[in-house]
Structure formats: C-alpha cells, structure tokens
C-alpha cells in the first residue's frame, strides 16, 4: 500500500508493485540517481583521467594566487591583502606571485612541477549571476542558455570504450557539467557513503536478482551495477576501518579526496570524475591569511594533497583541474569581503602537467587594465587549457574537440599545458 496524500492510500498489487520498483531500480543502478556509483567489472583499458573540482560561489583568486609583486594590490586591499612578508606572509612562487599560506601543503607538486596555475583565466560571458556563470562553465557555451548538456558529459561520449562506469561525479545528484545522453554515476561520501539503500533488503535484492536474470540491455545493466555496487561499499569499509580504526569517517573534503583516490587506485577503469565544493562567496568577513577564505583553503589544500600523495604511481596518469564560475572584485567592500568580480585563476594538477608556473597573459591591476574598472580582466578563455587537456592528456581529435567545445576560439587546443 502507497500513500496518496492526505492520508488516503493507493492500492496496488503486487505484479505492478514490481513493475514499479523495477524501472525504478533500473534507472537508480543505470544513472546513479539514489547516490551509489555501479562501477563496470572491466573498463577501458587507457589508465588517463581527468578530475574536476568546482568551487561553486566564485573563490577570490587573487588571494589564492596572489600578485604580491604589485602595488595596486595592496592599495585596492588594506584589510584582506596576504601581505608580502612577515607573520601570514605569502608563499613565494615566481617573484610576482605567491600562494596563499593555507595553501602551503601544495607547494611540494609545485616544486616538483606538477602544479600550475593560469591566471586572468575565466567565461568571456559578462555575467555576475552564480547561477548563469556555473550554468555557462559546467555547459561549455558561454552566453547560451539553450544547451542541453554538460561538457564533461560530451567528453565521455566520444571517449572511447565509455560506459557509465567511466566517470564518477561525486555528490547527491548528477551535477550540470555530467549531465547529458550519456548515463552517469554518483556517489556521496562522508558519513553517505554507504548507506544501506532498499536493494541491500535479501528479500528485495533476490526479487530484483530473479526479475533481471536475462540478457537484455536492462538486466545487463542491473546485474552489472549490482556487483560494482558489492565491490565498491566492500573496499569503502575496507578503507573507513584502516583509516578510522573503527571510527565513522568524519565528513570533509580532505577524507574524500583521498577516498576518491583510492577509488581510483582499484579501478582504474575510471577516467572522468566530478566533485563541488561550496562557501567561496565571501562578500562578509573574507579574512585575509586567517579568517574564512584561510579556513575553506586549508581543507581544500590539504585534500588535493592528499589526494595526489595517495594516488601514488597513478598521479603520472592524472589530471586535476580546479574551476570557479568568476573570480571577485579588486577592491574589498565595505563589510570585509569582496563583491562578483569577473577573472579569476584555474589551477591544473598532475603529473602530465607542465607546472611550476603561472601561465596566462596577466592585464595587470591598474585602473585603466581593470575589466568595467572594478575587476581582473579575463585574457584567457576557461576552455583553452581543458581543451589542451583532453586533446594532450586523452588523446581526443580535433573533431571530438570541436564536440566537446562547439564554439570555442581555433587556437585553445594548442597542447602548451600538458606533456606529451
């Protein structure tokens, strides 16, 4: 019996209570819409990936990579400035630019070449709006509203050998950027990891496994995801007991990060993965090398390091890129913060990668190089380094390419970022 609203009931019988729950359980397993990843048993077999990390609020890139080398910097900035040195003093990167000192953790994969950043990096799209912005960097389209799917989605279907277990977005619900005709899984993790779902009931999982014990597509499909689904809460429990001594693992993107890793680390078979992290909208109260901004840095920093020290052998065949809609406003507001500006700074992760440097063409900070005389300008187009990622990194053509990004300027993909 269902429930109808206002306490009147639904009856139903059993045979259309199946039928029900079937196509139900059918799409859960399939696209990941109750929060657990089906994972293939074998995928393809290239080991190179590409994560994403959306810092959802629009993070103050010019205190993540400061340039300290400039003046008007400290002028535009008198409370929320990472001063030049002395106790909070920025991390020195090139003589120009330096490194906020929450982020600190990361300097050993800039040292080691792995970590770059493109700076006045951003959306040629005007727009100061959260929701536009995110909607126009997760599509791919800046200034069109009208496209169906997600970037990343379009990656997955021109790589070859992909399925729906090759990517893995990480979060309640298939975000934006996965969305798309290719089916895609999802996990939550923290303390959601592995909470027991309705299929984990013997009597409801051995009805399912009896209803879907052909071979068509569907059961195919259910069957597949009903044992990746086995083998990923196993190595999750695995890793919660050996981590935690017995402890539930708090939540946090640092744990996650480096569950994500070993995720990676079992199944190599997983080429694209997706996670966001919110509170970067720091109009309040932003803090300078303490305070919020220095808070939510830290376990970003920490987690990403992580993340590579855990990937091990495995980081040489990966590559993180850390996104955000626009960056904020040069000069601080009236309330200790900063206010929707419009360039900002991506950074680009992993052992391909040609780092320890600041890429881009920096406009500079004066009055005059400012974008409308309030915000960094943006000189290099968001999908010009993803584009050198996937034509370098996954080896994707130039028709695939022009899938993937329509309408992107002709000269993004020139491979400058990754080695070859």
């Given at each position: 019996?269902?429930?109808?609203?206002?306490?009147?009931?639904?009856?139903?019988?059993?045979?259309?209570?199946?039928?029900?729950?079937?196509?139900a359980?059918?799409?859960?397993?399939?696209?990941?819409?109750?929060?657990?990843?089906?994972?293939?048993a074998?995928?393809?077999?290239?080991?190179?990936?590409?994560?994403?990390?959306?810092l959802?609020?629009?993070?103050?890139?010019l205190?993540?990579?400061?340039?300290?080398?400039?003046?008007?910097?400290?002028?535009?900035r008198?409370?929320?400035?990472?001063?030049?040195?002395?106790?909070?003093?920025?991390?020195?990167?090139?003589?120009?630019?330096?490194?906020?000192?929450?982020?600190?953790?990361?300097?050993?994969?800039?040292?080691?070449?792995?970590?770059?950043?493109?700076h006045?990096?951003g959306?040629?799209?005007?727009?100061?709006?959260?929701?536009?912005?995110?909607?126009?960097?997760?599509?791919g389209?800046?200034?069109?509203k009208?496209?169906?799917?997600?970037?990343?989605?379009?990656v997955?279907?021109?790589?070859?050998?992909?399925?729906?277990?090759?990517?893995?977005?990480?979060?309640?619900?298939?975000?934006?950027?996965?969305?798309?005709?290719?089916?895609?899984?999802?996990?939550?993790?923290?303390?959601?990891?592995?909470?027991?779902?309705?299929?984990?009931?013997?009597?409801?999982?051995?009805?399912?496994?009896?209803l879907?014990?052909?071979?068509?597509?569907?059961?195919?499909?259910?069957?597949?995801?009903?044992?990746?689904?086995?083998?990923?809460?196993g190595?999750?429990?695995?890793?919660?007991?050996a981590?935690?001594?017995?402890?539930?693992?708090p939540?946090?993107?640092?744990?996650?990060?480096?569950?994500?890793?070993?995720?990676?680390?079992?199944?190599?078979?997983?080429?694209?993965a997706f996670?966001?992290?919110?509170?970067?909208?720091?109009?309040?109260?932003?803090g300078?090398?303490?305070?919020?901004?220095?808070?939510?840095?830290?376990?970003?920093?920490?987690?990403?390091?992580?993340?590579?020290?855990?990937l091990?052998?495995?980081?040489?065949?990966?590559?993180?890129l850390?996104?955000?809609?626009f960056?904020?406003?040069?000069?601080?507001?009236?309330?200790?913060?900063?206010?929707?500006?419009?360039?900002?700074?991506?950074?680009?992760?992993?052992?391909?990668?040609?780092?320890?440097?600041?890429?881009?063409?920096?406009?500079?900070?004066?009055?005059?190089?400012?974008?409308?005389?309030?915000?960094?300008?943006?000189?290099?187009?968001?999908?010009?380094?993803?584009?050198?990622?996937?034509?370098?990194?996954?080896?994707?053509?130039?028709?695939?390419?022009?899938?993937v990004?329509?309408?992107?300027?002709?000269t993004?993909?020139?491979?400058?970022?990754?080695?070859?």
């Amino acid at each position: 019996m269902i429930k109808a609203g206002k306490g009147r009931a639904l009856r139903i019988g059993r045979r259309e209570f199946v039928k029900i729950a079937a196509a139900a359980s059918a799409r859960v397993l399939l696209l990941g819409t109750h929060g657990w990843v089906a994972r293939a048993a074998t995928g393809d077999s290239s080991r190179k990936r590409l994560v994403v990390v959306f810092l959802r609020g629009a993070v103050d890139g010019l205190n993540v990579v400061v340039p300290y080398g400039d003046d008007a910097y400290y002028e535009a900035r008198p409370t929320l400035a990472i001063p030049r040195r002395g106790d909070g003093a920025v991390v020195d990167l090139d003589g120009h630019f330096g490194l906020h000192p929450a982020l600190a953790p990361l300097m050993p994969l800039w040292r080691d070449g792995t970590l770059a950043f493109i700076h006045a990096c951003g959306s040629p799209d005007p727009t100061r709006s959260h929701f536009d912005a995110q909607d126009y960097m997760e599509s791919g389209t800046p200034g069109i509203k009208s496209t169906p799917d997600g970037w990343m989605n379009r990656v997955l279907g021109v790589l070859p050998g992909h399925s729906a277990t090759s990517v893995l977005s990480l979060g309640p619900v298939v975000p934006r950027i996965l969305s798309g005709r290719m089916p895609v899984a999802n996990l939550p993790l923290g303390r959601g990891a592995a909470r027991p779902i309705a299929l984990d009931n013997p009597r409801i999982e051995q009805a399912f496994d009896r209803l879907y014990d052909g071979a068509d597509p569907l059961s195919r499909a259910y069957q597949q995801g009903r044992l990746a689904r086995a083998r990923l809460i196993g190595e999750l429990r695995q890793d919660m007991i050996a981590a935690d001594n017995g402890a539930p693992s708090p939540e946090g993107f640092p744990q996650d990060a480096e569950r994500l890793a070993g995720l990676i680390q079992h199944d190599p078979s997983i080429r694209l993965a997706f996670t966001a992290l919110g509170g970067w909208d720091t109009h309040v109260n932003e803090g300078a090398s303490r305070g919020q901004l220095a808070n939510h840095l830290a376990q970003l920093g920490q987690g990403l390091a992580l993340f590579a020290n855990q990937l091990g052998p495995a980081w040489d065949d990966t590559v993180v890129l850390v996104i955000s809609e626009f960056g904020r406003t040069m000069h601080e507001n009236g309330n200790g913060g900063t206010d929707h500006g419009h360039g900002n700074v991506m950074w680009v992760m992993g052992g391909a990668v040609r780092g320890g440097k600041v890429y881009g063409n920096w406009p500079g900070l004066g009055r005059g190089e400012l974008y409308q005389e309030r915000d960094l300008a943006v000189t290099t187009d968001f999908r010009a380094p993803i584009l050198a990622v996937l034509q370098t990194h996954l080896g994707l053509t130039p028709t695939q390419l022009a899938t993937v990004f329509p309408d992107a300027p002709t000269t993004a993909s020139t491979p400058w970022l990754i080695r070859v």
